[in-house]
């Protein structure tokens, strides 16, 4: 457990299904992200929030909607995927540890488009 | 446009012996820069970092290294153990706070006994 829980660790879903990821974490920090990997691809990210307010937008498709009620919850709404959007969606947060600034990222969502 | 690259997607190395990991970037605003380690099913872990204002960056039995003119980082593990096997990211950022890391496509390591 690294501080950033991240829920269902799997996901299947069809390609007109809605689906929410959820994120949370207990490190106090103040930003948090979506990234999405893809086999033998960078992270890619996808979208930064820092104090509850969204500072970037990686040009991401509006299918993926990310919501961040407070600084410790952030969700990533989805609907009318597509079999590309299948990857491995990870959560990040950053913040001071100790003086240290950090990122931790959370296990992450394996999420298969049919 | 990928700005930090790790062209070798596999590295495998006996138990014992030294992992050399290699990155490079292209950004020369770039003057931090972090190595992450992932086990399947996990998310990433920070490993080590560097500032660029350092060349080498010794912790236990990892050391990166820096060459700001060569804008190439590189990452040894000396000895390299089976618990290593694993995909290592770099990551490079503009400054050691900036929300922003771009990251490389991994490295995945195997270590045979």
């Known amino acids: 457990e690294t501080g950033v829980t991240q829920t269902p660790r799997h996901l299947v879903m069809g390609m007109t299904n809605k689906k929410s990821l959820k994120c949370e974490q207990h490190l106090g920090h103040n930003a948090m992200y979506w990234y999405k990997q893809s086999a033998k691809k960078p992270l890619e990210l996808m979208f930064v929030?820092?104090?509850?307010?969204?500072?970037e937008n990686n040009s991401v498709p509006s299918r993926f909607s990310p919501e961040c009620p407070n600084s410790s919850h952030l969700f990533l709404h989805l609907h009318t995927l597509q079999p590309e959007d299948s990857a491995l969606y990870l959560c990040?947060?950053?913040?001071?540890?100790?003086?240290?600034?950090?990122?931790?990222f959370g296990s992450g969502t394996r999420l298969t488009v049919v | 446009d990928q700005q930090v690259k790790q062209n070798s997607p596999s590295l495998s190395v006996q138990e014992g012996r030294i992992s050399i990991l290699n990155c490079d970037y292209t950004?020369?605003?770039?003057?931090?820069f972090l190595w992450y380690k992932k086990y399947p099913a996990e998310g990433p872990t920070f490993l080590i970092s560097i500032s660029s204002i350092k060349d080498k960056n010794e912790d236990g039995r990892f050391t990166v290294f820096l060459n700001k003119s060569a804008k190439h980082l590189s990452l040894h593990i000396v000895p390299s153990q089976p618990g290593d096997s694993a995909v290592y990211f770099c990551?490079?950022?503009?400054?050691?706070?900036?929300?922003?890391?771009?990251f490389g496509a991994g490295t995945t390591v195997t270590v045979r006994a």
């Open positions: 950004n020369s605003m770039f003057d931090y």
């Open positions: 990551a490079a950022s503009r400054f050691s706070n900036d929300y922003k890391l771009s």
């Open positions: 929030y820092n104090f509850k307010e969204q500072t």
């Open positions: 990040a947060s950053s913040g001071r540890d100790r003086g240290v600034y950090g990122y931790t």
